[in-house]
Structure formats: structure tokens, C-alpha cells
């Protein structure tokens, strides 16, 4: 049994459990369509590997990193692969044809490289339409000619377009509409659907459909969850109090002193900051915090004492990469009586990234309830965020 322990106590849990159940999600909703599975901006910070093997029921990749792309390749991936804004100079061609990807289209000036670069395989190409989104693609007046240019000079054609509102008031029939009389008359494959066409309107869902957020356990909805959608949470951050202290009424907390204590209160310290990806300007009440501890006792129980109890065992199952795949560990900083949860931190999307980038992780599909996963050593600043227990 290989053993590691986080020498600050804050890691995060990467499950892929949760990551292959989304997809599931998307798929379901879509069943005639083909799946591009999105994971730019390495897998919207879930790692780029990590991702991929979970997402392996989709038909497809799409991600905007040529070098990523590349990267999927070495390791093995033999999936098709879609390059989401294409290629920002010539050279990149040659190695976008060398490895079988598939290149977006959208602009003039990357269909005169197509057309110049002299290429041994033609390049699968999406040719874009600018349907109302007005970021990339071609307008009513310029999709013709694109479309005849790129019949000559690329291999498969699918047309594409991105919607700009479909979760919000305006939906998408009005793009929909538009790249409909765009293309009357085109007998080519089409790919529309974002996260929130998935999951709102069956209409959009054609030849190919493009899941992003919606894979990682968030919803793209302001008025409704993801729990609602049936989506579960692919990441989650835990830390615990380092500090637990006594305020005086009228003492304030943290930069800015924003908290002042409406009355005399104890206060825990969690080992979590700004730093850590944690919004700077998260206002007070941010909900942060699942804990689950009687609401009287952290006030009022002077026996409570600051220690630290830790329990790790290793479930059954080969490794993941570097690490056992089934870890679950047990921490906290305040000694509970046997069988009391841990204290845990469930954070916003925001801090994703910034976790990934110098986070060493273990992915953990499957966790008893209760337990927290000990997956993450961080060698940065400490900073503190305040929660009051109560």
C-alpha cells in the first residue's frame, strides 16, 4: 500500500464517477445525436487525461489547445478530436493533418491557409456560422462562397454554429432560424446544441451535439441546479480549521474588516484563501460550508480541543495513473466523538483552475458518505478564510 498525506490540510477530490454520469445525462437527452465531449482549458480544469478516459462512451473530443490535442494523441487517443476556434497560423496544419484532427473554420483568413498550404490528406473541417453569437464564423453574405472554397480544399464538411442565449430569455429559435435559411438547401451534417440546448431543447440536437459545462456537474442555468438536471458534482474542495478563536462584539475579520461580530461568537479558521483560488471579493454569507455539527456545542463546549485525528485506507481496484483510485480519508481539527462528520468545504466553480495548476491530485470515482477524499498537497502562502460555527 503506497500511503501520502497533504501537508496543508486543503485538497480536492477529482470523481469520475460523477464525470461518466453527466455524460450519461447528456447522452440520454440526446440519444440520436453523436457526442463531442468538450474539454478545453484542460477538461475545464479536471485534467486533461483524467478526463478523457472518463468521457471514453463519447464519439469525440473537442478542445482549442492544438497542443493538447496533441498531447491526447501520444497518450494513445484515437478518437476524432476538434480543434473548437481551429488554427491561428499555416504551420499548424501540417501536424492537424499528420494526427487525423478536425479543424473549425471561421474566418476568411484561416480559409485562405487551408486553401494555400499544400496539405498530402485533406482536414475534416466544422465551417462555422455567425448566427447572432457575433464572436466567430461567417455571415449570411459570406457562407457561400466559404462553403464552395472549402469543398475544394478540405476533406468532410459539418456545419456548426454557437448559440448566445439558449440559457437564457431569448433561447434559440432565432438562431436556429437563421442558420436554417443559411443553409436551405446544404445536405451536409450540422452541429448546434451547447450544454443548455442539451438540455432544453431537444430541437437543437443534430448530427453532432457539443456538452461543456454541463459534463462537469454545473449547470448552466441561473434558475435551475444541477442536482434538478440530474448532474452531479465532479469536483469537490475540502480543508479544515487550523484556528478556532473568541470574538469580542464589535471585532472584525479578514481584509477589509467586512465581518464585524454582531456579538460575542467562535469563530473557525479554515485553511483557505485567496491563494487557493478562493474569490477575493466573495461577499460575506458566501455559502462555502457544509457543516454538520450540533449549532449550540461549537459555542458553548469549552472541552472541545485542537487536535488532529487522521485515518486513510486504500479501497480495492488497480491505480489510476500515479495513485490508487479509490482512496478515502478522514481529518479533522477538532476532536468529535466517534462517528461525527468531518468537517468539510464545498467551493464555487472559480476556483477550479487555479486549484489544477499546482494541485497533485488522485482521482477517487467512489467515496462512502460522509468520508473526505485526501487528494491534494499545495506548497503555497497559507491564507485563511473565516467561518463561523454556528
Not at 255 to 260: A, L, Q, W
Not at 309 to 330: L, Q, Y
Request: aromatic share 8%; glycine share 8%; hydrophobic share 40%.
Amino acid at each position: 500500500m503506497v500511503e501520502w498525506r497533504a501537508m496543508r490540510p486543503i485538497r480536492v477530490r477529482f470523481d469520475s464517477a460523477a464525470l461518466r454520469h453527466n455524460l450519461s445525462v447528456a447522452k440520454r437527452r440526446a440519444p440520436q445525436s453523436r457526442v463531442w465531449a468538450v474539454v478545453k482549458a484542460n477538461a475545464y480544469g479536471h485534467g486533461l487525461a483524467r478526463a478523457a478516459r472518463a468521457f471514453a462512451p463519447a464519439e469525440g473530443l473537442a478542445l482549442i489547445e492544438l497542443e493538447a490535442a496533441l498531447e491526447l494523441r501520444r497518450s494513445g487517443e484515437r478518437r476524432p478530436i476538434l480543434l473548437l476556434q481551429g488554427f491561428f497560423s499555416a504551420e499548424e496544419l501540417e501536424p492537424i493533418a499528420a494526427h487525423g484532427l478536425t479543424t473549425v473554420v471561421h474566418d476568411p483568413e484561416q480559409l485562405a491557409m487551408l486553401e494555400n498550404f499544400k496539405l498530402s490528406t485533406k482536414i475534416p473541417a466544422y465551417l462555422k456560422l455567425n448566427t447572432g453569437m457575433n464572436r466567430l464564423g461567417f455571415s449570411e453574405d459570406g457562407f457561400r462562397d466559404a462553403l464552395e472554397r472549402l469543398k475544394r480544399c478540405a476533406g468532410e464538411i459539418t456545419l456548426m454554429t454557437h448559440f448566445a442565449d439558449a440559457d437564457g430569455k431569448r433561447g434559440v429559435q432565432w438562431q436556429s432560424k437563421r442558420f436554417k435559411a443559411m443553409t436551405e438547401g446544404v445536405k451536409l451534417s450540422r452541429s448546434l446544441a451547447n450544454s443548455a440546448a442539451i438540455l432544453r431543447y431537444p430541437e437543437a440536437h443534430t448530427d453532432w451535439v457539443r456538452p461543456g459545462i454541463m459534463l462537469y456537474g454545473c449547470s448552466p442555468f441561473a434558475d435551475e441546479g444541477a442536482a434538478k438536471l440530474g448532474l452531479k458534482p465532479a469536483m469537490t474542495l475540502s480543508s479544515e480549521l487550523i484556528v478556532v478563536r473568541n470574538l469580542r462584539k464589535g471585532d472584525s475579520v479578514g481584509y477589509g474588516c467586512t465581518f464585524i461580530a454582531a456579538e460575542p461568537m467562535r469563530i473557525g479558521i479554515v485553511a483557505c484563501g485567496y491563494a487557493d483560488g478562493y474569490p477575493r471579493h466573495a461577499p460575506i454569507g458566501t455559502a462555502s460550508f457544509s457543516l454538520s455539527l450540533p449549532k449550540t456545542d461549537c459555542q458553548t463546549n469549552p472541552s472541545w480541543r485542537y487536535t488532529r485525528t487522521c485515518a486513510v485506507r486504500s479501497g480495492s481496484g488497480p491505480p489510476e495513473g500515479d495513485w490508487p483510485n479509490t482512496w478515502t480519508g478522514r481529518f479533522t481539527r477538532l476532536q468529535l466523538p466517534t462517528g461525527w462528520p468531518t468537517i468539510r468545504s464545498s467551493l464555487s466553480a472559480a476556483i477550479r483552475s487555479a486549484l489544477y495548476g499546482s494541485a497533485r491530485t488522485t482521482d477517487c470515482p467512489s467515496f462512502p458518505a460522509g468520508s473526505s477524499a485526501h487528494t491534494t498537497r499545495r506548497t503555497v502562502s497559507v491564507r485563511t478564510m473565516c467561518a463561523r460555527l454556528s
